[in-house]
């Protein structure tokens, strides 16, 4: 089964090590960028290399001008305006990405639970990826390759199939390479369709396919999301020496991109890519504002300075060397490599589909043989899948085994979450909030409202946002057996009860907008708490859903990393007062959804209009003498003066935020948002004018008794 954990310990140690080789080529970096500027990529290449690529230009050259040759692989040109593309910008483009399969987990019942990472057929019956994706065969257990998870040419979703993973067939892992290949069943889980159909991606072994400063074009499935295409900002580094494994480029990629085919600008395949090169100083990975990079730290933090994938030749090179225990196995290896062979020479058919099925159907009874090649490589054939190497054997290089691509545990059933229990606190019924009918968004099904572990959200029907928040907190010992970091770092995924739509993502805002947090509406280590160690896991990720997240500028957001930010250090003083209360709290919160807050695009083509406030209400049974009465503070955190100031992509100062306590009629007042007579009569604040309000001046004016 897919480990998640020991994926993240994998990626990292990878990454790790991808950094010290980027640091490794300081010197040819600065050498390869000037004769770059001087001259371009034929300036720049070595001889050796130059000659290579000349020699194949011509072969294809040849190739596009002679009737029925390979012309529809040989797209030239890539045009400006084309950066992260979700439609396929060329028929050359989109053939390319046919191979390319979403790497799924899958249910007990055989539904998709998420996406993690993407692979590409080698062979109609064969995936490569990632040895971190897969280290052995048992991580391939309960996951799939989802095929034709796209947009169509008019902009439709294509019907998809998926495929389960057959390791007893055959399975291969390189450490060193970070490759895996991995035998797909011989019929779909879900969906129809053959395997035939989607081709393969062709593996060439001529060098000279790619010169320093040109083009690599990744086909991915970027944070588990439908296929994208890479195609701007996206450049080899440096010229790769003959004894290097890896190709460094820098074309943009997300989390779930690992195990991506990386091609030149014919489609070409010339790498398997297998993540970000952080900067690493000391052995340790390091942030844009150049201090060490910690877990729980969001990764757009880290100072990513390249990416990097094993060169197509090098694996060719690697697998003829390869030799297996047994004939019928070694004959699977051996049809894939025959295949191989130069599509641009003027015998040879360039179409994906003429890469003939290898045979591997199951025989004899199982084997694992390891075999030591410029690392550690497994392979697992026929019968029940071997037992795989511990974790252990891929333990993190220096810095600890913090997680780079660690996956959150979802709850598949979404039609089982209770959401929202208006009675959770003993003796008192609390109603939610209630919104204006023509500003709550209304999904499929009349669904207004959106149930999750512990909390309930309604969305606002333009802004793509949340009208309001309602959660139950229960911060009691026994109830949370994990750490913040024991569940995984920020994993957000969309909620598939609504159309994506109407939820801001990450390629849309977060990403380009480096200074905004994924803010979280109810916090993780709010609802991270069960009954069992199970509703816990799934109570902490539901809080990763886009519905959950607005945004907020990082010094707004975090009181953590030498920050001091209001909402979090508001957020953390409560998680502290909550042992006056018996652990038990109810939380309602929202952004203040202004007509007048500022819209911006930070680089996506999207314009998205953000909040400057953002309300919160706590709300408390204290005891009072002999029995116990209800309170419910409310707080309006405002960010606006400091955004005026200083803009939306500049960094300011967290004292220029103001903190007040306020009364709940004000909250309404200023987000529409509504609550029961029975809070009003609870607030300590009732009756106040704003002029009265109450000012914050420290978290420890906040008192629950």
Wanted: charged content about 25%.
């Amino acid at each position: 089964m897919h480990d998640s954990r020991a994926t993240a310990a994998r990626k990292r140690s990878v990454m790790l090590k991808a950094g010290v080789r980027f640091a490794g080529k300081g010197e040819e970096r600065a050498r390869t960028a000037a004769q770059l500027a001087k001259g371009g990529p034929l300036d720049a290449a070595s001889p050796a290399q130059l000659k290579n690529f000349i020699k194949r230009e011509t072969t294809k050259a040849r190739a596009i001008i002679r009737p029925g040759g390979p012309g529809p692989f040989l797209e030239r040109r890539i045009g400006d305006a084309l950066e992260w593309e979700q439609n396929a910008p060329t028929p050359e483009a989109r053939r390319a990405g046919r191979p390319v399969a979403r790497i799924v987990g899958l249910g007990n019942d055989g539904r998709i639970v998420d996406g993690y990472a993407t692979g590409f057929l080698i062979a109609p019956g064969l995936l490569m990826t990632n040895w971190h994706v897969f280290d052995s065969a048992e991580d391939t257990r309960s996951s799939g390759a989802q095929f034709n998870f796209e947009l169509d040419e008019v902009g439709n979703p294509r019907s998809t199939v998926v495929y389960e993973f057959d390791p007893a067939r055959f399975f291969y892992s390189s450490e060193a390479l970070d490759i895996a290949i991995v035998a797909l069943a011989d019929q779909p889980r879900i969906g129809a369709g053959a395997l035939r159909d989607f081709g393969a991606v062709s593996l060439i072994p001529t060098l000279g396919k790619i010169l320093v400063g040109q083009a690599v074009n990744i086909i991915q499935h970027p944070d588990g999301r439908m296929k994208h295409y890479a195609l701007q900002k996206n450049t080899v580094y440096v010229e790769p020496g003959p004894e290097d494994l890896f190709l460094m480029y820098t074309t943009d990629t997300l989390e779930g991109s690992s195990g991506s085919p990386a091609f030149n600008k014919d489609w070409e395949l010339v790498a398997v890519h297998h993540g970000g090169v952080p900067r690493v100083e000391n052995g340790e990975i390091m942030t844009l504002r150049r201090t060490v990079w910690r877990e729980g730290m969001p990764h757009t933090d880290i100072e990513w300075v390249a990416n990097e994938g094993a060169r197509v030749s090098q694996i060719l090179s690697h697998l003829h060397g390869v030799s297996l225990g047994k004939a019928a196995h070694q004959a699977i290896l051996a049809q894939v490599l025959g295949a191989v062979r130069e599509v641009a020479d003027e015998s040879a058919d360039p179409a994906p589909t003429s890469i003939p099925t290898p045979n591997i159907q199951p025989s004899g009874a199982p084997a694992m043989n390891t075999i030591t090649v410029h690392g550690t490589a497994h392979f697992y054939m026929s019968g029940a899948p071997a037992t795989p190497a511990a974790a252990a054997s891929a333990a993190p290089a220096a810095g600890g085994a913090v997680a780079l691509e660690k996956k959150l545990r979802f709850d598949p059933d979404y039609a089982g979450r209770k959401g929202y229990d208006e009675r959770f606190l003993s003796g008192f019924r609390v109603p939610a909030p209630q919104a204006p009918e023509d500003e709550i968004y209304e999904g499929p099904r009349n669904r207004k409202y959106l149930r999750y572990h512990h909390y309930t959200v309604v969305m606002h029907k333009d802004r793509r946002l949340a009208l309001w928040t309602a959660a139950n907190v229960d911060y009691d010992p026994a109830k949370r057996r994990k750490s913040r970091e024991g569940f995984g770092d920020d994993e957000w995924k969309a909620d598939p009860r609504i159309p994506i739509e109407q939820q801001i993502e990450d390629l849309e805002f977060y990403e380009p907008a480096k200074k905004f947090d994924r803010g979280h509406l109810v916090r993780r280590d709010d609802s991270a708490w069960g009954e069992t160690a199970k509703e816990e896991e799934f109570a902490n990720a539901d809080t990763f859903h886009w519905t959950n997240c607005t945004p907020q500028h990082e010094e707004f957001n975090r009181d953590m990393f030498q920050y001091n930010g209001l909402w979090g250090g508001l957020e953390n003083h409560i998680a502290k007062q909550a042992r006056n209360v018996g652990n038990r709290l109810i939380v309602f919160a929202g952004p203040v959804l202004a007509h007048d807050d500022p819209a911006h695009d930070f680089g996506s083509g999207i314009e998205v209009t953000m909040p400057i406030a953002f309300w919160k209400i706590v709300v408390v049974a204290e005891d009072e003498g002999s029995g116990r009465r209800l309170r419910a503070y409310g707080f309006i955190l405002d960010q606006g003066e400091a955004i005026e100031t200083h803009g939306l992509e500049r960094r300011f100062r967290p004292g220029r935020f103001v903190a007040h306590q306020v009364p709940l009629s004000e909250i309404t007042q200023r987000s529409r948002v509504t609550f029961a007579d029975a809070l009003h009569e609870a607030d300590p604040l009732t009756g106040s004018t704003t002029e009265g309000r109450r000012v914050l001046m420290a978290l420890d004016q906040l008192v629950l008794r």
